[in-house]
C-alpha cells in the first residue's frame, strides 16, 4: 500500500487540508489502494481510494479520528463538490465512504473545520495556534534528544557493523584459503592416482606382450615337436615319388614328348602291376591342397605361396595302398611374355586335360576350397555330374579349408550358410561341421568337412576329429584297390583325351582319313639310363606323342575346347551328333528305332557293329567338308569333324534286341537305325560288323533317299 501518491498540501491559518491526485496515478490503480496520513489541528486524518477492482471506479474513502474533547464540524468536497458536512463529537470518529463514481480524471479531496465546539474556527485558531507551538517546541526538545539518542545507538550499530564486516572478511578468507588447500590436496591425489593407472597399465601391456611372445614361442615348438612327431623325428622335406612334368599342352605338341620323373629312392614301380586306389586332391590355386596332404598323412611336402604343385606329383604310401595325386591349382598367373601361343588360352586348355583326366583315373576325388564360391560349386557338381554319367558309384569328398577361421561360433555360422542352407543332407554324427549332402535318388552323395584355423579355438574343437574322419573315409574307399600299370593307365587317358583338344592338320586329308586306327596315340617310351639331377629326381620315361601320317601336325584347339565346367572357350569343332532312342509300335510288332542327326555324314564313313550282346555299336568318322589349309576365310569357318563313337546296349529286362538291317536308313542327313525286339529263345546272334557298303549291297533301296525309291 503507498502512502506517498499526489500531493497534500496544509493550511493551518484556514484550517483546511487538500490531497490532489493527478489522472496519470489514477489510470495505473488496478491492484493497490492509496491511502494518506496527516495529524492536523488534534485531528488525526487518513484518505484512502480503493482501486478500481473494487465493484466501483475509485471509490474514495475519509477516516477522521478526533483525539480532543472540543467537538468539530468537518466539511469534505471531492473535485470541487460537498460531498458530505459532519459532526464529530469528543473523542470520536468519522468513516465516509464516497460511492459516486469518479472516472479517470484528476481527484481532489479537501477537508475543512469551519467550527470547534460550536465557535468559529477563527476564535479557536489562535489558542489552537498557541498549544501546537508549544507542543511543538517541547516536542522538538524531546526530538533532540531522541535524536541524540538515536545517533549514538546509530554509531554504535556503525560500529557493530564495520567489526562484523571485517570479521566476515576475516572468515570468508580463511574458508577461501583452506578450500584452495582442499582442491590443491585433492588435485594432487587425482594427479598421483592418475599416475599410478598409468604405471599399472604399461605394466599390464608389457604383461600382455611378454606372455603374447612366449605363447608364439609354444606354438612354434609345439608345431615342431607334433611335425616331429608325424614324421618320425624327421625334419627333412618330404620328397614327392613321382611327377608327370605336364606344364603346357602346347609345350607338348611342340616337343611330342612329357618327362616323368621319379625319385631315386622312390619304392613306386610305376612300369608294374600293383594292387592300390588312387586319391586326388585338387582344387584352384592356393587353397590349401598340399597343406591337406601333410596334415591328413604326416608329411613334409612344399607347401605355401612361393611353393607350385607341377603337373601331376604322387605320393605313394605303400603299407595304404594308396597312390596320393596332389595336382597343381586351377586358374594360377599366366606369363604375358613373348611367346608363340596364347598364355590364358594354353593354361584353360592344359588345367581342363589335366583336370579330366585326374577325374578318370582316381578312385576318390578330394575338392579343397576356401569360402564356398559359386564357381567352386560348379565344379563340384561337374565332377559329380561326371560319376553319374559314367555310372561310376565314386563318392566326392568337399573340404571346407577355413584357414582364416578361429572362432568356433563363426565356423559354425559359415558352415551353416554356405553348406547346410545350400544343399538338401543330414549333418553326421561322427563328428561336428560333417555333412552329407544328398543329390537324389541311386546317386552317389557328396561328403562335406570343414577345417579352421590350426592351433586355434575352432581349430582345437574340429580339426582333429575332422581330418580322422576324412583320413578314415579315404581307408575305407575301395580297401582292396585295383590292380594298375600306372604308365599304362596314363598312357591310355592321354590317348583317349587328346583327341578332344587337338587338331590334326594334313596336306593330303584323303590319306589321313584312310588310315586306320586312332589318328593320334600317346605311348611310354623308359629311360635307357637314370640320371640323376641336382633336386634329386630321375627321368624314368617320357609319354611320347604318335601320329598315325608322318605328313600331320597338331594343333592346339583355338575353336573347339570345352572347359570341365561345360563352358564352350570358342567354336567347337569336335563331332558330337544328336541322338534320339525311342520305342514305336508298327505292323510286325515293336520296335526300337535310334535317330542319329548327323548332316554332311556319307554312307562310307558310318560302320555299325552288332557284336554288342543286347543292342548295336556305331562308329562315325565324318571328314572336314572344307580342307582349311587349301581355302582362303571370308569369315570364320565354323565345321565340325572327327570321330564319334557310341554304344547302344539295352537291359535284358527291356527285351531282346536285333538290328534290322534291311530297315537302316540314312537320309537328309540323319540316320536310323531300327532294332526289333526278339525273346531270347529265338537263338544267338553272330559277332560281326556291318558296314554301309554291306548293307547296300544287301538292300540298295533300303540307303537310297525315299524321294529316289520310285524312279525307274
Not at 541322338?579 to 509300335?585: G, H, I, L, Q, R
Request: proline share 3%; glycine share 6%; with cysteine.
Amino acid at each position: 500500500m503507498s502512502a506517498d501518491r499526489g500531493k497534500l498540501e496544509v493550511d493551518v491559518l484556514h484550517a483546511k487540508v487538500s490531497w490532489s491526485l493527478p489522472n496519470g496515478e489514477l489510470q495505473v490503480l488496478h491492484d493497490e489502494c492509496i491511502s494518506r496520513h496527516v495529524d492536523f489541528l488534534e485531528l488525526q486524518l487518513k484518505l484512502q481510494l480503493y482501486p478500481k477492482g473494487c465493484g466501483q471506479l475509485n471509490r474514495p474513502m475519509v477516516l477522521l479520528e478526533n483525539v480532543d474533547t472540543a467537538e468539530l464540524q468537518v466539511r469534505v468536497s471531492i473535485n470541487g463538490c460537498v460531498a458530505f458536512t459532519q459532526h464529530i463529537p469528543r473523542d470520536g470518529q468519522l468513516q465516509r465512504e464516497y460511492h459516486s463514481e469518479i472516472k479517470d480524471e484528476d481527484l481532489e479531496i479537501v477537508i475543512e473545520l469551519y467550527q470547534v465546539d460550536r465557535q468559529p474556527m477563527r476564535d479557536v485558531l489562535p489558542r489552537l495556534l498557541k498549544s501546537e507551538l508549544d507542543i511543538e517546541q517541547t516536542n522538538r526538545k524531546d526530538a533532540e534528544a531522541e535524536s541524540d539518542r538515536l545517533r549514538a545507538l546509530i554509531h554504535a550499530a556503525s560500529n557493530q557493523a564495520t567489526n562484523r564486516v571485517c570479521h566476515l572478511t576475516r572468515s570468508a578468507l580463511k574458508i577461501q584459503a583452506k578450500w584452495r588447500q582442499v582442491m590443491v590436496h585433492h588435485q594432487f591425489q587425482r594427479d598421483r592416482a592418475e599416475t599410478d593407472r598409468r604405471l599399472k597399465q604399461a605394466k599390464f601391456v608389457k604383461a600382455i606382450t611378454v606372455l603374447q611372445c612366449l605363447w608364439r614361442l609354444r606354438r612354434k615348438k609345439c608345431e615342431r615337436r607334433w611335425l616331429r612327431a608325424q614324421k618320425g623325428c624327421s625334419e627333412t622335406e618330404t620328397p614327392y615319388d613321382a611327377i608327370l612334368a605336364f606344364d603346357s599342352l602346347a609345350e607338348f605338341l611342340k616337343e611330342g614328348k612329357i618327362d616323368f620323373l621319379q625319385k631315386a629312392e622312390s619304392l613306386l614301380e610305376v612300369a608294374k602291376e600293383s594292387r592300390y586306389r588312387i586319391v586326388a586332391v585338387v582344387g584352384l590355386f592356393d587353397k590349401g591342397k598340399t597343406w591337406l596332404l601333410n596334415k591328413l598323412f604326416g608329411a613334409n611336402l612344399p607347401a605355401g605361396k612361393l611353393c607350385t604343385t607341377r603337373g601331376l606329383s604322387f605320393l605313394w604310401f605303400k603299407e595304404r595302398r594308396m597312390l596320393v595325386i596332389d595336382s597343381a591349382g586351377v586358374q594360377s598367373t599366366v606369363s604375358y611374355r613373348a611367346q608363340a601361343v596364347d598364355a590364358i588360352h594354353d593354361a584353360q586348355t592344359t588345367e581342363s586335360l589335366m583336370f579330366e583326366m585326374v577325374s578318370r583315373i582316381s578312385h576318390q576325388i578330394v575338392f579343397v576350397v576356401n569360402d564356398l564360391t559359386w564357381f567352386e560349386q560348379k565344379y563340384v557338381a561337374m565332377l559329380h555330374q561326371k560319376y553319374v554319367q559314367c555310372k561310376q558309384h565314386k563318392e566326392l569328398t568337399v573340404v571346407h579349408n577355413l584357414r582364416n577361421t578361429s572362432d568356433t561360433e563363426e565356423a559354425t555360422m559359415l558352415f551353416s550358410r554356405q553348406v547346410m542352407q545350400c544343399y538338401d543332407g543330414e549333418l553326421s554324427h561322427l563328428g561336428r561341421l560333417i555333412f552329407t549332402a544328398d543329390l537324389g535318388e541311386g546317386v552317389p552323395p557328396v561328403h562335406h568337412i570343414v577345417l579352421c584355423y590350426e592351433f586355434s579355438k575352432a581349430g582345437d574343437a574340429f580339426n582333429a576329429k575332422n581330418r580322422e574322419h576324412l583320413l578314415q573315409r579315404l581307408e575305407h574307399g575301395n580297401t582292396l584297390g585295383t590292380s594298375i600299370v600306372l604308365t599304362d593307365l596314363l598312357k591310355a587317358e592321354l590317348s583317349r583325351l587328346l583327341p578332344k583338344f587337338v587338331n590334326i592338320e594334313t596336306t593330303e586329308p584323303e590319306a589321313c582319313g584312310a588310315a586306320s586306327g586312332q589318328p593320334i596315340s600317346v605311348s611310354f617310351v623308359p629311360a635307357a639310363a637314370a640320371d640323376v639331377a641336382g633336386n634329386g629326381y630321375a627321368s624314368s620315361g617320357a609319354f611320347c606323342m604318335r601320329l598315325s601320317h608322318e605328313k600331320a601336325r597338331v594343333t592346339t584347339k583355338t575353336r573347339g575346347v570345352i572347359s570341365p565346367l561345360g563352358e564352350i572357350i570358342a567354336h567347337d569343332v569336335s563331332f558330337d551328333p544328336i541322338v534320339n532312342v525311342f520305342d514305336k509300335e508298327n505292323g510286325n510288332g515293336m520296335h526300337r528305332f535310334i535317330r542319329i542327326e548327323c548332316p554332311g555324314v556319307v554312307e562310307e564313313e558310318i560302320t555299325c557293329f552288332d557284336d554288342v550282346p543286347n543292342g548295336v555299336k556305331v562308329f562315325i568318322n565324318k571328314k572336314p567338308p572344307i580342307v582349311e589349309h587349301a581355302v582362303h576365310e571370308v569369315e570364320p569357318i565354323r565345321q565340325t569333324h572327327g570321330a564319334w563313337e557310341r554304344e547302344f546296349s539295352f537291359d535284358q529286362s527291356e527285351g531282346c534286341f536285333k538290328p534290322c538291317e534291311d530297315e537302316t536308313t540314312l537320309e537328309h542327313g540323319v540316320l536310323t537305325i531300327v532294332l526289333k525286339k526278339r525273346c531270347l529263345a529265338s537263338g544267338v546272334w553272330a559277332k560281326r560288323a556291318i558296314s554301309f557298303d554291306d548293307l547296300t549291297c544287301r538292300n540298295q533301296a533300303a540307303l537310297v533317299p525315299r524321294r529316289h525309291r520310285n524312279a525307274p
